[in-house]
């Protein structure tokens, strides 16, 4: 372990100016997933927050150490939607005029929400990236400070402090603690608090397949740039962490697991049977990502049961349209329902062994469309338990009527 640098930041969460504005939230015990899944899964409810997520600690940590001087001038702030709301509302308590740059992108309710803490929005290009450029030029140009998402050191140490809560809610033992990922914020100050206070607790990191940049970065011993990120999980979708969030997350955290847009959906859902709480895409990340851990552990012949996980609920931004998308891929997310694309020989008899081998499975979805005279597409939904029972669905078309291209 490194010497130097962290008994200072241990001393910065330690030091932070958090509680005027933001709560000590719950550690929630959840019933319906511990059960389902074996082991004691606890969530850290972090959508208690005035604002719907973690971000407010960092903000106001950070924005309670402006001069007066550079209270007057203003700051101005780049977010994909989240920050932004801590910002403004810290802002708003501090007496300070607050520029927010988000992505033209950004789900309407984390607009609404900043402007009502009094903010002034711009909206600048499809990525953080880009509105974090502009919010630069604002800065210089307007002589306002630039309060960064996360790669900053009061902002890391104000999340840090979601660590320090967990291990006084939760002396007892604890296997791992699941922390979404986007810049790394949240999980570098996390990270940095557990493994000095009780480093045999694992801290594993939880990305997007389609967002990971984290996750390719600690694989190259360097920060990668993606060219291209999936902003489904709109909360985490960085193309590039941060320099000292990427020092700290390569010696505290122990692993990264990536995780499917189904398996968010599906993990929004546990979290609402659970909670009775709607969770934005990237507040499920770290119960999503409890589930792949176990189901990684198990095709790697360890059964984990009985262990105590806590998974980080970061937020609840989430616009109310989005629901209906998001219950929609739960069920595949699940496993619940397969999605199949077969082609079939276009002749009498083909079709009768295409049913036969769906076997007497619910079909949600159903497609037949004549393609050629040898062929014919059809596409159904299926509603089925497990992956092993779409493996067995797959191998007997593949041998019966002709081979799916899903
Ligand atoms: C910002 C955010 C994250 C993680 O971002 P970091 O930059 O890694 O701290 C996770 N979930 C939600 C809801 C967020 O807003």
Request: hydrophobic fraction near 40%.
């Amino acid at each position: 372990m490194p010497t130097d640098y962290p008994i200072d930041y241990l001393r910065d969460i330690l030091n932070s100016r958090v509680y005027e504005i933001a709560r000590e939230t719950r550690l929630h015990q959840t019933r319906i997933l511990s059960d389902r899944l074996g082991n004691h899964i606890w969530l850290k409810r972090e959508d208690e927050q005035p604002i719907f997520c973690y971000k407010i600690r960092g903000a106001h940590n950070k924005m309670s150490s402006l001069s007066p001087e550079e209270i007057k001038r203003g700051v101005v702030v780049a977010s994909a939607g989240n920050h932004a709301q801590g910002v403004a509302l810290s802002a708003k308590k501090l007496g300070c005029h607050a520029i927010v740059v988000m992505p033209v992108t950004t789900p309407s309710v984390k607009i609404e929400a900043v402007k009502r803490w009094g903010a002034t929005v711009e909206l600048v290009g499809d990525s953080f990236s880009e509105a974090n450029a502009y919010a630069e030029i604002i800065s210089q140009e307007q002589h306002k400070t630039l309060i960064k998402p996360f790669d900053d050191r009061l902002i890391i140490a104000g999340q840090g402090t979601v660590g320090l809560e967990i291990l006084k809610q939760h002396p007892g033992p604890i296997s791992a603690i699941f922390v979404p990922i986007g810049g790394g914020g949240l999980i570098s100050g996390l990270a940095t608090y557990v493994k000095q206070i009780r480093p045999q607790v694992k801290v594993i990191g939880v990305e997007p397949f389609e967002s990971d940049a984290m996750y390719q970065s600690l694989r190259a011993n360097k920060r990668v740039i993606l060219k291209q990120v999936g902003i489904f999980a709109d909360g985490v979708a960085v193309k590039q962490v941060g320099k000292e969030n990427f020092r700290l997350c390569r010696d505290f955290v122990d692993e990264v697991v990536r995780v499917s847009t189904d398996e968010i959906c599906a993990a929004v859902k546990d979290i609402c049977e659970d909670t009775r709480t709607l969770m934005e895409p990237s507040g499920a990340l770290g119960v999503a990502g409890i589930k792949r851990w176990l189901m990684d552990q198990e095709a790697n012949g360890t059964k984990v049961s009985g262990e105590h996980l806590i998974a980080i609920a970061s937020g609840a931004n989430v616009n109310f349209d989005r629901l209906r998308h998001i219950s929609e891929r739960a069920e595949i997310g699940e496993r619940r329902e397969a999605i199949l694309a077969v082609t079939i020989p276009e002749k009498p008899g083909s079709f009768r062994r295409f049913c036969k081998a769906i076997g007497n499975r619910s079909v949600s979805e159903f497609n037949y469309r004549y393609a050629n005279d040898a062929d014919a597409h059809i596409f159904v939904g299926v509603m089925v338990r497990n992956q092993d029972e779409i493996d067995g669905l797959i191998k007997r078309l593949e041998k019966k009527v002709s081979r799916p291209w899903i």
